[in-house]
């Protein structure tokens, strides 16, 4: 057992005897099993296909010993840990190049040293082939993992990740107070399961902050001969039954064939920092604040700019190492008719494919790499969004993004077939997202405008008209609020504001959201849909209610999700033995209706779906004519409080509390009115809340089942 908090040691010590004492010893443990894999010289085949399966896997595994637990509790292996996540991180990049080329056979892939199973390692080449390239793609692998085993890493490979993570080592350095308990329980039963180290945080910091700097290629490199062994190796591959496959003695004479061709060492391109480079060539000249009023209630204040631009800002010291930014305006894809949907939906993720400014997509991510600054536009149903983050002393760099996000997009017309060809195979591919899509569909009632991401639906984006529709969404900033949390002094912020987003292009246009009456299908609603590729049944059960937006409704809502996960755990895990895990969440949607939502999700046996999903229903009948216990709903209300007290340390909470405080004029950061609806919540009163909320529900049950 662990227990971490803020606690009297020796009062919770008499606390666990008193009540752990009563249960009694068991007297023949079952010793907790130690599973060996064989050792094999000879290379093992495994072909699986499937009838549902429209794309290939290639996988070649060799199993590699975990150190024993006495070798874990050194030095030396803390040093390996970082070697791993040297090789990990130096070979995603030289894939990362790779598979940007237009030429590549791979339409994924990548060769990673990742744990495997409690004892054992697995060194791993595994991708995923374009259509009708399964060969090609192999040996692309083969030649890959061939050129780091003959030649290694280069130096300024190592170079960049090691920059990277000593950044990283000092900012989680800087941060350890923030570290949530759950974090430290993990660790202490990863030592106590697995016999991971368990090093103090000073101590691990100054051991790896002299490592790293004198970490070497050759440390690296030597690590890939002692893990890509000739023995213990497996080739999986997996895909459809009714597709051509690589046979076993195929993939020999393609492993024999690579090694013995001639390989090239990696040509490593030196990544550009942020100070060597600068993002604008131009510095913008602004324009200043012309209003300020405080927001007493969020401990916030409020900037209008000249150009019409509002900025929010909450100053904190909650997370010492994180600067947010959010933005919002409304409108997003509401605003066009059904025929453009697809190509507006596509402009923002097509556009950020493109870079900013002068930079293309390429550079834009190794400078926003160095400074650890992050920027992204995003376009929704009824509002666009541009969220940002970074260091709070690389505020200037985070403004200088966003400043271009919606200044200087850059359309680049080769850039956006190239993604445009990517995302048309992988609709071909990825089966698991159309599930997801046709949930989202239903959810959504079917409506026209709820459209699945196939490639029927990519083939009506319009690219001539991508730009166009960036441009109308992002060009008029002064129809956006911006929000900013951080550790950062308003009067150091202040003046980055007005010079970038100061500058922003602006008109006096507003705009509205237009309902256009996407909605659950009303009343009950039950299908069963049988899905190419599934092994076992996936059951979603998908309530909602147009109520009243407010803290009570939130909060209840909160405790029916408790309530209903518990018992479904206790039902149909314990008791029924029917599925591993019952998922149960819940949501509340503010625009254009206040809905509340309840969503269940489980997997288990075709044969047994029916009858489950019966169970689920049953239990929301019972809380719909009983109240549950007063131990029930203290223990959700508790659950709830604890989280909601862990929410408010962190900026992301107040930046979203306030984006939804002037999307409404709905305060849900209100401290003393959540506290006076947990107190005094009764179960008759989560009695009349789920009655209310059950009458005349929308409900939808869906059964995604294996076909034959």
């Known amino acids: 057992m662990v227990i971490v ?85 130096m070979m995603g990049k030289r894939f990362a190049k790779l598979l940007a080329q237009p030429n590549c056979p791979l339409a994924q892939g990548g060769i990673n040293f990742i744990p495997f199973k409690r004892g054992y390692y697995s060194y791993q080449l595994g991708g995923m082939p374009k259509p009708g390239q399964d060969e090609a793609a192999l040996r692309t692998l083969l030649m890959e993992n061939e050129r ?27 941060a350890r107070g923030e570290v949530k308990h759950d974090a430290y329980c993990q660790v202490m039963r990863d030592h106590y399961l697995n016999g991971a180290p368990l090093v103090a945080d000073d ?62 060492p990696y040509v490593h391109e030196r990544a550009v920092t942020g100070d060597e480079q600068p993002l604008l060539a131009e510095q913008p000249s602004g324009s200043p604040v012309t209003s300020e009023r405080e927001l007493a209630d969020f401990d916030a204040v409020e900037w209008t700019l000249a150009n019409g631009v509002k900025v929010v800002y909450r100053e904190s010291d909650l997370e010492c190492n994180k600067l947010s930014l959010k933005a919002y305006s409304p409108g997003g894809t509401s605003l066009y008719d059904l025929d453009m949907l697809p190509t507006v939906e596509m402009a923002v993720p097509l556009v950020r494919a493109c870079g900013l400014g002068d930079h293309d997509a390429a550079t834009l991510k190794r400078w926003m790499a160095s400074k650890g600054v992050k920027c992204e536009a995003s376009l929704g149903e009824l509002n666009e969004y541009v969220t940002a983050s970074a260091l709070p002393e690389d505020a200037e760099s985070l403004l200088q993004l966003v400043y271009l996000t919606f200044a200087r997009p850059r359309i680049d017309r080769e850039a956006l077939g190239k993604v445009m060809a990517q995302r048309l195979m992988q609709s071909r591919m990825q089966g698991r997202n159309v599930l997801q899509d046709t949930v989202t569909r239903l959810q959504n009632g079917c409506h026209p405008r709820a459209l699945l991401k196939n490639a029927v639906y990519l083939g009506k984006v319009d690219l001539d008209k991508v730009g166009q529709v960036y441009r109308e969404r992002f060009s008029n900033a002064g129809d956006f609020t911006f929000f900013i949390t951080g550790n950062l002094p308003a009067a150091e912020l202040k003046p980055l504001v007005e010079k970038y987003l100061g500058a922003l292009p602006s008109t006096s246009d507003r705009e509205k959201w237009i309902d256009r009456g996407v909605r659950p299908l009303r009343g009950h609603q039950e299908c069963e849909i049988e899905f190419m590729g599934l092994p076992t049944s996936f059951v979603v059960l998908s309530a909602s209610k147009e109520m009243e937006d407010n803290i009570r409704h939130a909060v209840c809502l909160q405790a029916l999700k408790s309530i209903l996960q518990t018992r479904c755990m206790n039902v149909i895990r314990e008791k029924e033995g029917g599925t591993y895990a019952v998922n149960v969440n819940e949501s509340v949607v503010h625009e254009p209706v206040a809905r509340y939502y309840l969503i269940v999700e489980f997997q288990c046996d075709p044969s047994n779906a029916s009858r489950l999903k019966g169970i689920v229903l049953g239990e929301l009948e019972r809380l719909r004519q009983q109240a549950p216990t007063r131990d029930e709903l203290m223990m959700a209300l508790n659950s709830i409080r604890k989280k909601e007290g862990e929410a408010r340390e962190t900026n992301v909470y107040w930046q979203e509390k306030l984006v939804l405080y002037y999307k409404t004029g709905l305060n849900q950061a209100d401290a003393r009115e959540f506290e006076e609806v947990v107190d005094k919540l009764t179960p008759a009163d989560f009695l009349s809340f789920m009655q209310s909320f059950w009458k005349d529900i929308d409900l939808t049950g869906v059964v995604f089942k294996p076909a034959n």
């Open 5 to 89: 908090g803020d606690i009297d040691v020796k009062q919770m010590e008499r606390r666990v005897k008193k009540i752990l004492s009563k249960i009694p010893a068991v007297k023949k443990p079952t010793p907790r099993p130690e599973i060996e894999i064989p050792a094999h010289e000879e290379m093992y085949y495994c072909l699986a296909t499937d009838p549902g399966i429209n794309y290939t896997t290639l996988n070649v595994i060799t199993m590699v010993p975990e150190p024993s637990r006495e070798e874990k509790n050194t030095y030396a292996y803390l040093k390996e840990e970082i070697l791993i996540r040297c090789f990990n991180t």
């Open 148 to 174: 780091v085993r003959r030649h290694g890493f280069m130096a300024g490979e190592l170079e960049e990740v090691k920059a990277s993570l000593l950044k990283e080592l000092e900012l989680g350095y800087r």
């Open 203 to 264: 101590e691990k910091y100054a051991f790896q902050k002299s490592l790293i700097p004198a970490l070497t290629v050759e440390d690296v490199n030597a690590k890939v001969s002692e893990w890509d062994t000739p023995g213990n190796k497996t080739v999986v591959i997996s895909g459809s039954e009714m597709a051509w496959h690589l046979m076993e003695e195929e993939v020999k004479d393609i492993m024999a064939e690579v090694k013995n061709v001639e390989v090239e």
